[in-house]
Structures are given as structure tokens and as C-alpha cells.
């Protein structure tokens, strides 16, 4: 398997940015350019970001919650929902059966504590269910109701692409560092302890945008081939670190997973 972690191909940063999706393999050059352009602010980043995640915890009180392998996890209460605060960890269904996917960053051991594991749609709305017993994958809906519940608009959360104003994606995230554009309120990040990490995906035997981007899956289907997600963004350059992305994407994409309790 490889691993493209900070620097994903240019045909997939397009895709974040534009909604256009992955047709086909990228010339190496592509990859190898934006390798030399991006590794060194996104690796200091991707390094920030775990160094930061033990010392960024929530202050607020969050139960905990087994899964059906033994994986324990925090809690956290936003609006009227109960969520996870990580990642999905698991490697089987309830029933005991494997998921088909459910791989860790860069297939390295070291990241399952800081990441969790990467889904594709298809384990994730599979009825044998991933989430805990009394506990299901989140939904649009689900997300819908945290974006409102955190201040955007309910005008703006059926929206498609970036939503949301006064920086409140940074409210989810383990950290948000300043950057030589903008500086971002340090009190506000991480606010409602949802602890999001940017462990990237995976399409295919390629791991993508680790430390770039935190993409998470919902339940939702939109077509044939694309279902619903969010996307939270990390990296200097890009200009929504504090925004939600609402998004179409193609299922064979491989996510991190939030579970909401039923």
C-alpha cells in the first residue's frame, strides 16, 4: 500500500476545493511537485496536531463507551446529540463479521490511537452496523443538526461546498495554529470537544491528505456512485480552515467515522 499523507495528488486538491472528482491515476510529477511544495507546513502541522492532542481535551465531562472489540471511547453532548469524540477503531461488524476496509493512516500502527481507521461507504451503511450497540453512523441529518447547534445558519446547512462564518470549524478541531494569513482564536477551538483530526483518506492503495484535511463519512446516500460527507481543512494555504465543506463524494473513498447515539 502507499502512502501520499501530507501532499495529496493536484487532481485530488482540486476535488476538495471544486467538488470534481477522481477520474483517473495523476502523473507521478504531479505528486512529486506537490510533495516538495507542501511535506514541510504539512508534516509541522500533522506533528502540532498530535503533540496537541492530549493537551487539548475537552473541559468538559464526557462518558465513555465501549465498542463490541473492547476499543473505549470519549463522549461529548452538542445540542440535543450525543457523538463519539474519535474516530472509529473497529475491524468488525456487531455480528463479529470483518469490514471490508477499515485501514489505518499510512498502515501505520502508531496512528490508530490518533486517527482511527479509514471506511468506504459501503462498511459504512452496511446494516451489520460499525458503531457500538445503541450507537449508528452519523447521518447528514445528524450533521446538519451539530452544524446548527454550533452556529451556522439553518439557511446554510443544506448548502453544498464551504459553510459557516466567524471561523466555527475551528470549534471541532484538536487545534487550529495561526498562520502567516490570519490568526484564529485560540479559545474557541476545540470548544465543544469533538476533537476532529485531519487523518486524510484513502482511495484505492493510495493514502491521501493526511494532516491536510479531516474527511468524515455519513450515512446518507446522494446518487449511485456519491454519498454525503464533511470535510474540515487544516494546511496554510487553503483559504476555509474555518469552514464545514458539505459534499457529494464518490463511495469508494475510505473516511474517518463519527457515531451518534440512537
Known sequence: THCISSAASDVYKRQVESNIYLTGTSPMKHFIYILGVFMSASTTLENELISEQNTSQPSINSALVQDHEGNIYRTVTIGKQIWLAENLRVTKFQDGSKVNTGFIPNDDKSNLAIYGRLYDWYDVTDTRNLCPEGWRVASDEDYKALEIAIGIDKTDVDKLGWRGQDDVAITLKVKQPDTIFKRFNQLQVNKYGFSAMPAGGKLGNWYITQGMYTEFWTS??????????????????NSHKGEIRRAKLNKEYMFSVRCVKI
Open 220 to 237: 446518507t446516500n446522494a446518487t449511485n456512485s456519491e454519498a454525503y460527507a464533511r470535510t474540515l481543512a487544516y494546511s496554510w494555504w
